[in-house]
């Protein structure tokens, strides 16, 4: 089902609006970061309520054209209160949203803990190599590498010598357990064990 304009328009001005900046500090912070008040159109690419319209940056630039209540700037990438209204008092805050930050503040935390608990020395051969265990290739950190710059002609005989880079890498890192490595001309991907993985 389409959605249309001004029910995009009226979800930017509720945003944006006075009962919920009296409470959504996400939003007051946003607006008060632009000394002239405006948001960028992709922060609201993040609201749940914008994602389940299936809105663009484009789609909501249109919808702004016209409203009372908020307005866009010349180059069409941010939208603000009309004439940069002042924000209404601060009268709480969107629990939701506060405590599942929290929430998910105190589990990366909690992670961070797991991680320093797994820590351990790597076990090694008598020629000082890494010794791998079948749980090393289980569910391996994939690093995936891509050359950005690429040129046709110039590349014709252009190969990344990704071994090279897997040596480099335990070399540099050498408590890492790379797997592995896999590539072709442009990008290429190295494994890390994610088993007690030992970080410097």
């Known amino acids: 089902m389409k959605t249309s304009k001004a029910e995009i328009q009226k979800q930017i001005e509720y945003y944006l609006g006075d009962s919920n900046l009296a409470k959504d500090t996400f939003f007051r912070e946003k607006i008060t970061e632009h000394k002239d008040g405006y948001v960028k159109f992709e922060v609201f690419l993040n609201c749940n309520k914008i994602k389940k ?12 054209v016209g409203s009372t209540e908020v307005e866009t700037s010349k180059d069409g990438v941010m939208v603000r209160r009309k004439d940069n209204k002042e924000l209404p ?3 709480g805050s969107n629990k ?8 998910k503040q105190a589990s990366k935390v909690e992670e961070k803990k ?16 890494i010794i791998f265990k079948p749980v090393d290739f289980e569910d ?10 690429r040129d046709a002609e110039k590349d014709e005989n252009y190969k990344v010598n990704w071994k090279d880079l897997e040596v480099m890498v ?5 408590k890492l357990k790379v797997v592995y490595s896999r590539a072709d001309k442009y990008e290429g991907d190295l494994a890390i064990s994610q088993s007690k993985l030992c970080k410097e």
């Open 140 to 149: 391996p950190k994939i690093i995936h590498f891509i050359t950005q710059d």
């Open 53 to 64: 319209m299936g809105l663009d940056i484009t789609k909501m630039k249109e919808a702004c």
């Open 170 to 174: 335990k070399e540099k890192f050498d």
């Open 96 to 103: 939701k949203r506060d405590v599942k930050a929290v929430s």
């Open 89 to 91: 008092a601060c009268t």
């Open 114 to 129: 797991v991680e320093d608990q797994v820590e351990e020395e790597v076990e090694r051969d008598d020629q000082g190599r």
